[in-house]
């Protein structure tokens, strides 16, 4: 199957019509006229996950961020990651994203994940909560450490402080994390979990009883990577292509912690 015919499958799974209108998903890099080879997932485009595909004979890589955000207007060779995209086309390797329609996707089964229980996304909002009554942050804290495999994270408030609801952001959820807690007495909400939380929304949350819980932006998406390759290998079965791999990247968070 040539890859333009299989990104259309792709789309149908992921509908990028539904991402953030500032987003852009869709295609990086593209050789639709090639046959589909092997696929990898990863979060990012990297030197390290262009190594992997090649290893892995893969010809589409599949990333949740997109590699381009900004006006690009020039490529440096010298510099890594355009270094690396050059050496994509030159392979004639395609780069396809799916970002927040990808997080709209998933956000159940992350917050889930995270929480290791029942979760309900929050009507059209862009996150998921559950009831933790009778549970302090502390509590919440090692729950979160445990379920998403991480030794220490960041947080503010009391640790002794008694949950009500708890709400989860995966990634770059830190700017939105005040305007939840605002709403507290609407949604029941007092600690919010995420990743990229600043000095100014922790600060909003300690000054006024609630509390943030900073998982960081890689934890709590890093499973995002398996979620993908889970759904586009049961596309590959539906179309008679299960002889076509997928694997998903390894990658760290470029974010290391002393």
Partial sequence: MKISVFYEKLVEI?????????????KQLFFGDEELAGIMTSLDFSASVLDQAVANSANLIVTHHPFFFETVKS????ESLQSAFLKAAAKRISIVSFH??????YLKELAESAFGKICTVYDDEYYAFSDFSGMTLSELIECIKKNLGIERLSYCGMESMQLNRAAFLNGSGGSEAEKILKKSEINGINCVITGDVTFHKAHFAEANGFAIIDATHFATEKKITDLMKRDIRDCLTNNALSGVKVVSAVERSPLKIC
């Fill in 14 to 26: 992921f509908h990028p019509e539904i991402q953030e209108d500032w987003d852009n998903s869709g």
């Fill in 75 to 78: 490529f440096d060779y010298s």
């Fill in 100 to 105: 927040t329609c990808a997080d709209k996707l």
